[in-house]
């Protein structure tokens, strides 16, 4: 009975964290799950990974999204689709007040304490902040997996570490 | 008793190879070193003559003469207040406030300019093993600080790594020891995948250039099919839109096929030259 929700629940909505992948055409979603140990009685965590269909690039690594899975597979690799973004990676939203947090801080509260001191050009303003990803691939590489470098190749690959 | 004795002639351990390819081991980088840091610049250059922040506010040393600021410079005080003015030089880059030092982007700072300090140090002395611990832990540290940073501010991440000119390469999901054996098997996949995809791709070829004289024909017989059922006098099963769209597709053809050979053409002439 239980198994059976289950198995219906995997077919309807799944709640995963984007990971980076070397695919180019997919997102690869990692969904964490707990698991019984019958002789423990404990739980375990257990984590499931699924290819999803992504055509317009919604999601980047790191953000939490809904994902759906598709009437019929779309290759071998790709069962899923990805409905919604819910959390976007490191610009977390306060459901409460609808305010920007910044770890346990609100950004208006930063702001007002920068005023307060006299604030800097050097420092980091909020409203001229570009987008995420426009240092994807120059500075920050974290949309791929990066590996230990196992041979000198022609091109040095920036991934290998 | 034999294969003790085959043995020790023909040495038969390790990988075998299959497959002609040349393995390369990456030379040893030092962690300490920029490209294994993730720093893309040296020191900031600061003048030989700067004075240190102590004695930069007082009047006794605006007005004084030149041997005597010569003797309150870095140049020789030491490398101490140096390192400090290099510090101070990475924090005000980033800097929320003028009280502000132990935010997330000034500890950064601080550290990356107190490494930056530390590979200098490295370089002239390669054997100086206090440094070389002491650099490795601020490394860590400064990762692990931009990984915090990342997962609650990815904006001010990436400003921040403008900012200081450094770069942010993720964990990867294990480190293991690099063996022979484990890169001899990689290369070999990616060998083989190279030959899967070349065999593919001239399938592909072959049935594109397949196409066209296919879809010629195919017109001529729809045309020709059309004029014997009119000449007939039966119902006539081709409509125009079945002959315009094989016309169409012809032309797509055409077109796709031109761009081919012409890249085909380039590469010949690169190969002569």
Redesign the interface.
């Known amino acids: 009975m239980s198994r059976n929700i289950a198995e219906a629940a995997r077919k309807f909505l799944l709640l995963g964290q984007c990971v980076?992948t070397v695919k180019q055409n997919a997102t690869k979603i990692r969904v964490k799950r707990l698991e019984l140990d019958e002789n423990l009685l404990m739980y375990f965590r257990k984590d499931e990974f699924y290819y999803c269909h992504d055509p317009d690039q919604k999601c980047k690594t790191?953000d939490i999204v809904l994902i759906q899975s598709l009437p019929r597979k779309l290759t071998k690799l790709i069962t899923h689709e990805v409905k919604e973004v819910v959390y976007p990676?490191?610009?977390?939203t306060d459901p409460i007040t609808n305010k920007k947090?910044?770890?346990e801080r609100y950004r208006e509260d930063i702001e007002k304490?920068?005023e307060i001191?006299?604030?800097?050009k050097?420092?980091?303003d909020?409203n001229k902040?570009?987008?995420?990803g426009?240092?994807d691939g120059k500075?920050?590489?974290?949309s791929k997996?990066?590996?230990?470098?196992?041979?000198?190749f022609d091109e040095n690959d920036?991934?290998a570490? | 008793m034999l294969r003790r004795l085959t043995t020790s002639i023909i040495p038969s351990r390790g990988v075998k190879q299959l497959v002609n390819i040349k393995w390369v081991r990456p030379e040893y980088v030092p962690a300490y070193k920029q490209e294994r840091s993730g720093d893309l610049e040296a020191l900031p250059k600061i003048p030989t003559n700067a004075v240190p922040e102590v004695y930069a506010l007082t009047d006794e040393l605006k007005d004084a003469p030149e041997s005597v600021k010569k003797i309150f410079s870095v140049e020789h005080l030491g490398k101490k207040e140096y390192n400090a003015l290099v510090k101070k030089e990475l924090i005000n880059r980033v800097r929320r406030h003028q009280y502000d030092d132990n935010t997330a982007e000034t500890r950064i700072a601080r550290i990356t300019g107190h490494i930056r300090c530390l590979q200098d140090t490295m370089e002239k002395f390669p054997r100086n093993v206090k440094a070389k611990q002491t650099v490795q832990e601020l490394i860590d540290k400064r990762k692990k600080l931009l990984k915090f940073l990342r997962q609650y501010d990815y904006k001010k991440f990436e400003w921040l790594l403008e900012k200081l000119n450094l770069e942010y390469k993720a964990h990867p999901e294990t480190y293991y020891k690099l063996s022979r054996k484990e890169s001899l098997r990689k290369l070999t996949e990616m060998h083989c995948e190279d030959i899967r995809r070349n065999k593919l791709a001239d399938y592909r070829n072959l049935l594109e250039s397949q196409q066209g004289p296919f879809l010629k024909q195919k017109l001529e017989a729809l045309k020709f099919i059309k004029s014997e059922q009119i000449e007939l006098q039966l119902p006539v099963t081709v409509s125009e839109q079945d002959i315009k769209k094989v016309e169409e597709q012809l032309e797509d053809w055409r077109i796709k096929d031109e761009i081919k050979q012409q890249a085909r053409k380039k590469k010949r002439n690169i190969l002569l030259d």
């Open positions: 980076p790191g990676f490191g610009d977390i947090v910044a770890k304490e920068a001191y006299g604030k800097l050097s420092g980091f909020y902040a570009l987008p995420r426009w240092q500075k920050d590489f974290t997996p990066t590996y230990t470098k196992f041979h000198v920036p991934y570490i």
